[in-house]
């Protein structure tokens, strides 16, 4: 959400980072936005760095998850940012509610695209592998092929190849307790 200067960097349920640029140069208009914004029930903390014009706002997500409360957190919003438009606000309760912030449309594609191709490999090899373990022994493979094959040390080398197998493997494969829901 993009308009009248007002942008939402990044929502999760119980925090939002909006940049306001107006910040930067008026310290009287942040300290507007963050009256406004600290007199709202459920809301937790304010704060406001004006050299990264951004506006940090805690909240108990119980509490703004509710229409109405919603509607005293859009309020002083509308009040400082005019041209805000009903429909940005929507999805600005959409992001505060469910903690989803707007993806570009390239990387949802390029996650549909490693989804469905794990898939299909995860389907050719009956369930025996998958890509969180193809892609880092492809990598060890390449690390092992140059330590054998190769006269000159050429970028990378062969232990770039091991430690890059190595840290993705552990990446994609985090400890059971480590996993999230």
């Not at 008026?26 to 300290?31: H, I, Q, R, T």
């Not at 509610?97 to 050719?124: E, I, K, M, Y």
Request: charged letters at 15%.
């Amino acid at each position: 959400m993009d308009n009248e200067g007002l942008t939402v960097v990044h929502a999760i349920p119980g925090r939002i980072r909006l940049k306001v640029p107006q910040v930067r140069d008026s310290p009287l208009f942040a300290n507007q936005i963050e009256q406004r914004l600290a007199t709202i029930p459920g809301i937790q903390k304010v704060t406001i760095n004006p050299l990264t014009s951004s506006v940090l706002v805690l909240y108990d997500t119980a509490v703004v998850a509710s229409p109405e409360s919603f509607q005293a957190f859009a309020e002083p919003l509308s009040a400082l940012f005019p041209g805000v438009a009903v429909k940005d606000l929507e999805t600005l309760q959409a992001m505060l509610t469910n903690g989803t912030s707007a993806v570009p449309p390239l990387a949802t594609g390029v996650r549909a695209f490693f989804a469905s191709l794990n898939a299909q490999v995860n389907t050719t090899t009956a369930g025996a592998a998958d890509l969180k373990l193809l892609l880092p022994l492809a990598l060890f493979a390449l690390g092992i092929r140059s330590l054998l094959v190769s006269e000159k040390r050429i970028s990378p080398t062969w232990y770039d190849f091991l430690w890059f197998a190595l840290g993705t493997y552990f990446m994609l494969n985090p400890k059971p307790e480590e996993r999230q829901p």
